[in-house]
């Protein structure tokens, strides 16, 4: 079993930066890849980045690179995302979710690929 709890999100205007924290409880946490989703109004959700286990994959959507930056700290059981120079765009409900199996290498960022799933915060972007 592995819980996840989404926390950081808020009202940013643009240009500006958000931290957003995925805190685990569980005993497989150093063990999972971990991947953040966002959803925007009437869009389906999209995957954003995701991180091995270790921390030395990371992999992001086209839509953040350059501007979002994922890692980890495997001794608080935390997984962050560092959001830089935020659009309108980014507005949408953040997620994390866990890849199921142990040592998977980022393979996926599918919704449907990820198991566990956090109960999401509210990233708002606005002048």
């Known amino acids: 079993q592995l819980q996840l709890v989404e926390s950081g999100g808020g009202l940013v205007q643009p240009g500006g930066s958000l931290r957003l924290s995925c805190a685990a409880s569980?005993?497989?946490?150093?063990?999972?890849?971990i991947g953040w989703f966002r959803q925007a109004p009437g869009k389906e959700r999209e995957g954003v980045s995701c991180i091995t286990p270790t921390g030395d994959i990371k992999n992001y959507a086209d839509s953040v690179k350059g501007r979002f930056t994922i890692s980890r700290d495997n001794v608080k059981n935390t997984v962050y995302l560092q959001m830089n120079s935020l659009k309108p765009e980014d507005t949408a409900i953040y997620y994390c979710?866990?890849?199921?199996?142990?040592?998977?290498?980022?393979?996926?960022?599918?919704?449907?690929?990820?198991?566990?799933w956090g109960q999401g915060t509210q990233v708002t972007v606005s002048s």
């Open positions: 979710a866990a890849l199921p199996g142990l040592f998977r290498r980022c393979d996926t960022l599918t919704e449907g690929s990820y198991d566990y």
């Open positions: 569980g005993s497989t946490f150093d063990f999972r890849a």
